[in-house]
């Protein structure tokens, strides 16, 4: 058996090896490093496939969602309003920005932000909400965004783990992630769903302003060559990574598919396991499964990534901490107790490999020893 990776990015390249190689050769030859042709078609291939207005390529997704905050004219003091369970990047930008972050609980099943405690957190001061979509899921946007609507709030969604999932409205119209709010934003990180070589992210808006401000935002703020709008950053996609996926995003759909394909999986094998929930799924999102994440009984879920770890199956906790009980983020002036369901999640959710490349030899492997742990 194939030694089993949280994410296999060797074995996945090696099947796209010629077309990604190719790719490479033809932006050295160009020399085009730095906004080169790739990174306009990337970014167009890219808003094809979302179905959003505009797609503005920049550094990473952490800097994606700074320039959103920074596009949006959010202003020191203002207050932006995210969940304490997700990656720090979220919580960070608003920070840095010398904004105030306000924290709303999850939902247990769906990991993401609870539409339903949301308006008691919204204040006077409060500009923004930022949904994310964790592990490969729409958080409840319809709720999220016809609170946003009545408080008069910009919405930015936080998409480097859902990019291709399908949010279905109410009307039975859908949309895909990252396309719903005001700004949308992704990531490129490697082992993200579509994953580059290197850094990279991106941000989708449906406003032409927007994306032309974003656009000089994310080039120090330049839309004339050497005459500057905006204060900006430096946050640009590298023309080989644009390059790379390019060739990456024609392969999204069938890459989904395995993940979906490997989660059903795993859904089935642990059917009828007391005290081992699988991933729920929300009726208004389809999931790309960037994470299969289970959850089990606290006790038992350091003994279970031990367990598998002696059977050479690795395993993560995402995240083992939440953000208002981090130490850098401590004058927020949360505490223990204030988000109980995220507290509770920290300590209950582990999440299995998954990846493009699971065979159906590792699948069967893992499943059985998932089942062994709890004396199946
Ligand atoms: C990966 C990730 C980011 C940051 O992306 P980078 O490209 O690593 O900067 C932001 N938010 C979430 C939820 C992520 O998973």
Known sequence: MKEIQMVDLHGQYLKIRTEVDEAIQRVIDSTAFIKGKEVFLFQDELSAYTGAGHTIACGNGTDALQVAMMALEIKPGDEVITTPFTFISTIEVIKLLGMKPLLVDVEKGSFNMDPLLLRDVITERTKAIVPVHLFGQCAHMEPIMELAAEHGLFVIEDNAQAIGADYLFSDGS??????????????????????AYGDGGALFTNDQGLAEKISALVNHGMKQRYYYDYVGINSRLDTLQAAILRVKLKQLPAYHLARQQAALFYDEAFSGIAGLNIPERSPYSTHVFHQYTIRVPREARDPLKEWLAGKKIPSMVYYPVPLHLQHAYADLGYGAGDFPVAEKLSQEVLSLPMHTELDAEQLSYIAAEVRAFFKL
């Open 174 to 195: 859908t949309r895909k992630a990252g396309t719903i709010g005001n700004v949308g934003t992704t990531s490129f990180f490697p082992s993200k769903n579509l994953g």
